[in-house]
């Protein structure tokens, strides 16, 4: 086939159909940029990884310019941003969100949460609920479910908490979910996601009926960090409250330091209990529920004192590890809050 090119458009000139006209299809000349293919974007993030793990490694080593010259390398391929990018392919293929919100829409959580005051008591923050009896119907009112979504790459929770259901003159008549969202990620990439640290936030007054956290405890620089990270985890959800969590099944297959076991034992520990999980040929999937406090009778294990092997092997060459020091075992034991 022939091309001709103006300004505007690229127009491609095909053969007659039967009444003898031609068919033309016009493309615009400045294509919106593409997301790299699923092969790419896995590089990408593996590179990053390991970069960010070297660099980090590197500093707590005090070598200035070791951790110069991977913070370089990280930056030739794009830094956080083309990780960001290469995050959202992966997306495509599974997206985090439909599955958080299709459990949410099972289980009745998108159209508002009533507590119990059993629960209630049993925080050492109570949740503040808005929750009364109608007195014409007699029954409850729900309030919003309150999520948090730690490490967001796009705004599909933000979106959906916003999404209001149309009536037939057109005009908007309701919220469609009962659904309050707040969104952080170190780099964010919409004005409507906070530009935050999980690590840095104050704890709320009022805790968090669902937290989201996917792929994001893999990329904290250091088994202590992660430990701190799943006791603040624990400690902004209400009793009965939902985390959903993904990391990649590398880090607890692969490490020399922490196997499934020991990592359930680690949520255990800061009273997260695992209520549903599934794997994919890449990522491990939980959905964890936060219980009552309980007195913590039992030692925790050295291995979650401190970065301690407990296998082998040429094949466990994963650095992944989950620590708590002595400030978050005193916080999980209930001396402090973070």
């Not at 699923?38 to 990884?49: G, M, Y």
Request: aromatic share 8%.
């Amino acid at each position: 086939p022939t091309t001709m090119m103006t300004a505007a458009t690229v127009t491609t000139k095909h053969s007659s159909n039967k009444s003898g006209k031609s068919k033309k299809k016009a493309m615009p000349l400045v294509r919106p940029p593409k997301l790299p293919s699923r092969k790419r974007a896995r590089k990408v993030t593996t590179e990053f990884h390991r970069l960010t793990r070297l660099r980090d490694e590197a500093l707590q080593a005090n070598l200035p310019q070791k951790a110069q010259h991977y913070g370089e390398r990280i930056e030739e391929m794009g830094g956080r941003v083309e990780y960001q990018r290469a995050s959202q392919t992966s997306t495509r293929f599974f997206s985090t969100s439909k599955w958080v919100l299709g459990h949410l829409a099972r289980n009745g959580w998108l159209y508002g949460t009533r507590l119990n005051t059993e629960q209630e008591e049993d925080e050492e923050t109570p949740t503040p609920t808005t929750t009364t009896v109608s007195k014409k119907s007699g029954k409850k009112r729900k309030r919003p479910t309150n999520l948090l979504e730690i490490g967001a790459i796009n705004t599909e929770l933000l979106d959906a908490s916003r999404r209001t259901t149309v009536g037939e003159g057109g005009e908007v008549t309701k919220k469609q979910y009962n659904l309050e969202v707040r969104a952080l990620d170190l780099n964010s990439i919409s004005p409507g996601i906070e530009q935050a640290d999980f690590l840095e936030i104050i704890k709320p007054d009022q805790l968090y009926d669902v937290i989201v956290c996917s792929m994001v405890l893999n990329c904290v620089p250091n088994g202590t960090a992660r430990g701190e990270m799943v006791q603040r985890m624990a400690s902004f959800l209400r009793v009965g409250g939902l985390l959903f969590f993904t990391v990649p099944r590398t880090c607890l297959e692969l490490s020399p330091y922490i196997d499934r076991a020991s990592f359930q034992k680690a949520f255990d520990f800061v009273g997260l209990k695992i209520l549903e999980t599934k794997n994919t040929p890449k990522v491990a999937f939980y959905i964890f529920e936060r219980t009552a406090k309980a007195s913590r009778t039992e030692e925790l294990p050295l291995y979650l004192q401190r970065v301690q092997q407990i296998r082998s092997g040429k094949k466990f060459r994963n650095k992944f590890a989950v620590v708590f020091d002595k400030a978050c075992q005193v916080q999980v034991c209930g001396s402090k809050s973070p």
